[in-house]
């Protein structure tokens, strides 16, 4: 069992002409179900401004352990609603990211004050060059007049580790200026770098 606290983030949009009940569906259904769940900390939604696609759901997690509970199996997979079925079948780009903790994480993503949100991810074989990133990745957008916060996570896949950086700003940023700080760390080049906003609903 695992008790280093990770994340959980899915990207993906829905066809044109689904996005209203795509929005529905994660407004009333989906995204409260999943942030009721035990060992759910927290989520929020957010909206791509520049990268693709265009919805990203971050859930902090009290270890990647609460993927494998009862509670979340019980309305995931084949457990999932109808409607859930209906909706993931149609999503384009869909990207489910299961990443645990760099270091001392700080408790839930504090989201309440953030204006943008920046997702960066790196790349790499070497586990100790995963490190050296995310040592990297932690500190190089504090510089930014409006940096709010920080979170670096590592995803172990078959090909080497992706080191995940989530950063949130307290104003209005654009990716060019974001790109010439953290674009390319330790020589690795990112390979997503997708600027998000809040998801608001009329």
């Known amino acids: 069992m695992s008790d280093k606290q990770a994340v959980l983030m899915v990207l993906m949009e829905p066809p044109a002409t689904h996005e209203d009940e795509f929005n529905d569906w994660y407004d ?54 109808p409607w859930s079925r209906r909706m993931l079948a149609r999503a384009i780009g869909r990207c489910r990211i299961v990443a645990h903790a760099s270091g001392m994480a700080a408790g839930p ?64 940023v654009h990716n060019p200026e974001l790109a010439a700080l953290a674009g390319c760390i330790h020589g690795v080049g990112a390979t997503t770098f997708n600027l998000y906003g809040r998801y608001h609903r009329a």
């Open 28 to 81: 009333t259904e989906h995204f409260p179900q999943r942030c009721a769940l035990p060992g759910f900390a927290s989520g929020s939604r957010w909206v791509c401004l520049d990268g693709w696609p265009r919805w990203l759901a971050h859930y902090d997690l009290e270890s990647v352990d609460v993927l494998a509970s009862d509670a979340y199996r019980a309305v995931s997979g084949p457990n999932s609603t």
């Open 109 to 172: 993503l504090a989201t309440t004050a953030a204006a943008r949100l920046l997702l960066a991810g790196y790349q790499t074989s070497s586990p100790a060059h995963a490190h050296e990133l995310a040592v990297a990745a932690a500190t190089t957008l504090r510089v930014h007049p409006h940096h709010l916060d920080t979170r670096v996570y590592l995803e172990q896949r078959d090909a080497g580790v992706t080191v995940w950086s989530v950063t949130l700003f307290r104003a209005v």
